[in-house]
């Protein structure tokens, strides 16, 4: 029987996916009801442990998406055999009682389920955004986690801007989730103005004034404005931080968010510098992506690490040739390690190496040398003409129809 509370080995990292309400805060990014559910599902068979299902206060719709997201996901422990626990469900709710109120309503029927409360920290926002000072914000935070606390046993408190706020009074706020009984304090780069060295030492430094033997985990929520989220969040994870909010493909407000599948495999990649363990299953990670995108109208662009369809793409000559050798030449991480596959481009860089291994995969005899050079020297008249040359234009090129119609994957 699986316990919601119960902690996991010390130095796990939790994985806490905001796809489905940061990331929908992106302009042009719209997830329906049906597609929600369908992303939260598979967020759960990924192994996050965190899902945050939705801003409920936005709208009645929201509200009944993530109470359907908390009890057909809330319980599911497809894919999640290993980990031994179905994911929390979490939302996010102001410091206002009737939004602390509602989401918990939304979120309970969930076996694991965890109420999200912020506030902002930075004097720039209690100035020119709340209109208070940082005693009343104390006080009201006060209030605002014991409400939560008097509903839920999971409470998360999020720090809004408080990579930007006093550090003094940021620890004030883990005194009082200490004394108040949150599980996880969040620290923010709302703006994404940190740096990766600043914002590890600040991570660094609100963990050592947590009081001894305290439980309060310190996590983090990184913006992409400078590009650094990934960065920042990796350096936090390796400063102390054991919790860390993603979305998938980086998705969210402005530049997005810290990407999911990055961090993962910065960790697999680097496991001495992060003694951290995790529950993805990485080789689900670029059919999530793909989910994603086409649910959400989402456009990766063709580049992006990992996912995008060019992650794992070669079309240089050189470097075709290097990967018919050995693929560990240009790949460094392995495509089958995130579900995707190698594909040799043949483009006006490609050279004869390729061309050869593309013919011998569709199953032509092997051309002699002359024949090779007569088809090499049509390939690149032709690809001076095209983006890529797909396996028709080889067919037309050689005057028959290929044996075999297959993808060009590098094993």
């Known amino acids: 029987m699986f316990s919601c509370n119960s902690r996991v080995p010390k130095r796990h990292l939790y994985i806490?996916?905001?796809?489905?309400?940061?990331?929908?805060?992106?302009?042009?990014?719209?997830?329906?009801?049906?597609?929600?559910?369908?992303?939260?599902?598979?967020?759960?068979?990924?192994?996050?442990?965190i899902i945050e299902a939705g801003l409920?206060?936005?709208?009645?719709?929201?509200?009944?998406?993530?109470?359907?997201?908390?009890?057909?996901?809330?319980?599911?422990?497809?894919?999640?055999?290993?980990?031994?626990?179905?994911?929390?469900i979490a939302a996010f709710a102001r410091n206002i009682e009737a939004d602390i109120r509602r989401t918990y309503e939304a979120i309970s029927p969930a076996p694991c389920h965890r109420l999200?409360?912020?506030?902002?920290?930075?004097?720039?926002?209690?100035?020119?955004?709340?209109?208070?000072?940082?005693?009343?914000?104390?006080a009201r935070a006060r209030e605002g986690i014991k409400l939560a606390r008097s509903l839920c046993d999971d409470v998360?408190?999020?720090?809004?801007?408080?990579?930007?706020?006093?550090?003094?009074?940021?620890?004030?706020?883990?005194?009082?989730?200490?004394?108040?009984?949150?599980?996880?304090?969040?620290?923010a780069d709302t703006v994404g103005s940190q740096l990766p060295d600043d914002f590890g030492d600040l991570v660094q430094r609100v963990k050592a004034r947590r009081a001894p033997g305290s439980q309060l985990i310190i996590g983090v929520h990184c913006h992409n404005d400078l590009g650094l989220s990934t960065a920042n969040a990796l350096a936090?994870?390796?400063?102390?931080?054991?919790?860390?909010?993603?979305?998938?493909?980086?998705?969210?407000?402005r530049a997005g968010n810290t990407s999911l599948e990055q961090v993962i495999m910065a960790i697999e990649s680097h496991p001495a510098s992060f003694p951290v363990t995790h529950g993805i299953n990485t080789t689900l990670l670029t059919e999530t992506a793909q989910m994603m995108a086409t649910l959400g109208g989402v456009v990766l662009a063709p580049n992006t690490p990992l996912v995008g369809i060019n992650a794992f793409s070669h079309e240089s000559g050189i470097h075709q040739h290097g990967m018919l050798q050995c693929r560990d030449l240009y790949e460094f991480v392995h495509p089958e390690q995130v579900g995707s596959v190698c594909r040799l481009v043949l483009g006006k860089q490609s050279g004869r190496h390729a061309l050869k291994a593309r013919l011998a995969t569709l199953g032509y005899p092997?051309?002699?040398?002359?024949?090779?050079?007569?088809?090499?020297?049509?390939?690149?008249?032709?690809?001076?003409?095209?983006?890529?040359?797909?396996d028709t234009d080889l067919a037309a090129l050689v005057g028959k129809p290929p044996a075999v119609d297959d993808i060009a994957v590098v094993e």
């Open 366 to 390: 092997e051309f002699n040398a002359n024949e090779l050079n007569v088809l090499f020297g049509k390939f690149k008249l032709l690809a001076e003409t095209k983006v890529e040359v797909e």
């Open 116 to 138: 999200m409360v912020f506030t902002p920290a930075s004097d720039l926002h209690l100035k020119y955004k709340l209109h208070i000072t940082r005693e009343e914000c104390l």
């Open 156 to 187: 998360w408190f999020g720090l809004e801007d408080s990579a930007r706020a006093d550090f003094e009074f940021v620890c004030q706020f883990v005194a009082l989730c200490e004394e108040l009984g949150v599980g996880t304090l969040v620290i």
């Open 236 to 253: 936090a994870i390796q400063n102390g931080a054991e919790h860390v909010e993603v979305t998938i493909g980086g998705i969210g407000e």
């Open 56 to 88: 409920v206060m936005s709208s009645v719709e929201t509200y009944e998406t993530v109470k359907q997201i908390a009890t057909e996901v809330g319980p599911s422990m497809v894919g999640r055999e290993a980990i031994g626990r179905p994911p929390i």
């Open 16 to 49: 806490h996916d905001t796809t489905l309400r940061d990331g929908e805060q992106a302009p042009g990014v719209f997830f329906p009801r049906e597609a929600k559910v369908k992303i939260a599902h598979q967020l759960s068979r990924l192994g996050v442990d």
